[in-house]
């Protein structure tokens, strides 16, 4: 109940293209759900979060869609670079902690 | 505003002997987390401290692992014994919020990546 599921686990992308990765959870105690991007030998930045009482957050070309009844929720990626190129991990938070998806490597191609 | 620090970055040991892993949060920053960030997978937290006070070590292997945060500010996680299941990149991450409210922001430092031998 405390898992996030998160997919898929590899995508290839060409340049300009949408990027989109999905995860879903069990835990309705989940109350807060940030996408974190990090980079080899890096730790992960916290890239867009969102909370449960909307549907949709946009920052830039990056989006979150949440989807509360399904228990899902979504990063969509717009206009993709190759500087987008990374991991990218969800997480939910459920009182104040962070449960982290298996991630996502994104490759973009030029 | 400087990041979290942590170091030292690499270590390599062999099986059954000790190592130690330092972290300086944010200033101001009362929340701090240690994870274990295992090749090919997401972050698990090991231990969550509020100033000096543990909130969370469910998940932190208590028969060799330990950690503390003297004076609210620094914290050092240790290893003692090592073993080869132990090799992987140890986060340690900050927050300005408290526990008891919805929603935070976490920082990472750049990790510690170990390698037991």
């Known amino acids: 109940q405390q898992q996030v599921k998160q997919s898929p686990q590899s995508l290839i992308v060409q340049k300009g293209g949408i990027s989109i990765i999905n995860c879903a959870y069990e835990?309705?105690?989940?109350?807060?759900f940030p996408w974190y991007q990090q980079f080899p030998g890096k730790g992960p930045a916290l890239l867009i979060a969102?909370?449960?009482?909307?549907s949709e957050k946009k920052e830039g070309r990056f989006t979150i869609s949440f989807n509360k009844s399904a228990k899902q929720f979504s990063l969509h990626i717009m206009d993709s670079q190759p500087g987008d190129s990374a991991t990218y991990f969800c997480?939910?938070?459920?009182?104040?902690?962070?449960?982290f998806g298996a991630g996502t490597i994104l490759r973009v191609k030029s | 505003e400087a990041g979290v620090a942590q170091s030292p970055r690499y270590k390599i040991i062999e099986k059954r002997q000790s190592v130690a892993f330092w972290c300086n949060p944010i200033?101001?920053?009362?929340?701090l987390y240690w994870y274990q960030q295992i090749l090919g997978q997401g972050p698990k937290l090991l231990i969550q401290?509020?100033?000096?006070?543990?909130?969370?070590d469910s998940q932190l292997p208590k028969d060799r692992f330990s950690a503390e945060r003297l004076k609210g500010v620094d914290s050092t996680l240790k290893i003692q014994p090592a073993k080869l299941e132990d090799s992987a990149v140890y986060l340690c991450?900050?927050?300005?919020?408290?526990?008891?409210?919805?929603?935070?922001?976490?920082?990472f430092g750049p990790g510690t990546r170990l390698t037991v031998t």
């Open positions: 991450a900050s927050s300005s919020l408290g526990t008891g409210r919805k929603g935070y922001e976490q920082y």
């Open positions: 835990n309705t105690a989940f109350d807060y």
């Open positions: 969102i909370r449960p009482d909307v």
């Open positions: 997480a939910a938070s459920p009182h104040n902690k962070l449960v």
């Open positions: 200033s101001g920053h009362a929340t």
């Open positions: 401290f509020q100033n000096n006070g543990v909130v969370d």
